[in-house]
């Protein structure tokens, strides 16, 4: 009886019953953040705009670490962030913005690499190519290629 109930709840809903209420609580979380004001990225320090650009990270990774229970469930380990910054800092294994803002994720890449970046994608060149060349993720040239950039080295 409880797989005729699953079945009956994906069959009205279009998807799985689990994966409907993570996305009505994402939905719901978004919401609440919006309304505390503290929609704005841990990471580049500006606005969340949309529940798909919304995510949820830990500061510090919780994974390697002593105590990864503790960690994993200490809501002051808890930040928002745009999906995509959270990627990349996932992908590079970086550092956080810190409180001046001086740090960014993709701080590695110095101005010139990120110019030449530019070029080779206006010229068309393949961006997995390109992120293979400058030992970077191809989310980082997709954000140097929408100009989703910060502050980089000299």
């Given at each position: 009886m409880n797989s005729f109930s699953n079945d009956k709840k994906k069959n009205q809903l279009g998807m799985s019953f689990g994966k409907a209420n993570n996305i009505l609580k994402k939905n719901l979380l978004f919401l609440l953040v919006q309304k505390l004001e503290l929609d704005v990225c841990y990471r580049c320090e500006k606005k969340i705009e949309t529940v798909e650009d919304f995510s949820v990270e830990h500061k510090i990774n919780w994974l390697n670490s002593e105590n990864p229970i503790e960690l994993f469930f200490d809501l002051n380990n808890i930040a928002f962030s745009h999906f995509n910054c959270n990627s990349n800092a996932?992908?590079?294994?970086?550092?956080?913005?810190?409180?001046?803002?001086?740090?960014h994720y993709m701080s590695k890449l110095k101005t010139k690499e990120i110019l030449e970046i530019?070029?080779?994608?206006?010229?068309?060149?393949?961006?997995?190519?390109?992120?293979?060349?400058?030992?970077?993720?191809?989310?980082?040239?997709?954000?140097?290629k929408f100009f989703r950039t910060r502050k980089y080295e000299n």
């Open positions: 996932r992908n590079k294994n970086s550092p956080h913005l810190n409180g001046s803002g001086e740090e530019r070029e080779k994608i206006e010229k068309g060149m393949c961006q997995a190519e390109i992120a293979r060349e400058y030992n970077t993720t191809r989310s980082t040239i997709n954000d140097i």
